[in-house]
């Protein structure tokens, strides 16, 4: 029984380390017109394991930077507002953005 319980803990600890099993993917919504004209948003999550946040934060960045990149422009963050800390819970990440002509 102890040998079951060490090695389960040796598995557990090493997804920990790794980010492995409990790290989970980002996924996030269609971006949408705000009532603000040429003001967009879009939101992202990901659950559970080390970072999740950065990783729901990334795919808001990633689908704003895609939608302004198809209109031949770039995009530029007005607000973002986040939520989740804890480990295995979801964590969020919703953005307000604009296009703006590239420089």
């Known amino acids: 029984m102890l040998n079951k319980l060490r090695d389960w803990a040796r598995v ?7 980010g492995g099993a409990l790290a989970g993917c980002a996924s996030s919504t269609h971006v949408v017109a705000t009532d603000k004209p040429g003001t967009y948003t ?12 950065a990783r729901a934060h ?5 689908e704003a930077r895609d939608y302004c990149e198809r209109l031949g422009m770039q995009s530029s963050v007005k607000e973002e507002s986040v939520s989740g800390v804890a480990m ?4 969020a990440s919703s953005l307000n953005f604009e296009c703006h002509p590239k420089f």
């Open 58 to 62: 990334g795919e808001a960045l990633n």
């Open 42 to 53: 879009v939101a992202a999550s990901a659950t559970g394991g080390r970072m999740a946040w």
């Open 12 to 18: 557990a600890l090493a997804a920990l380390a790794t």
């Open 88 to 91: 295995l819970t979801t964590h």
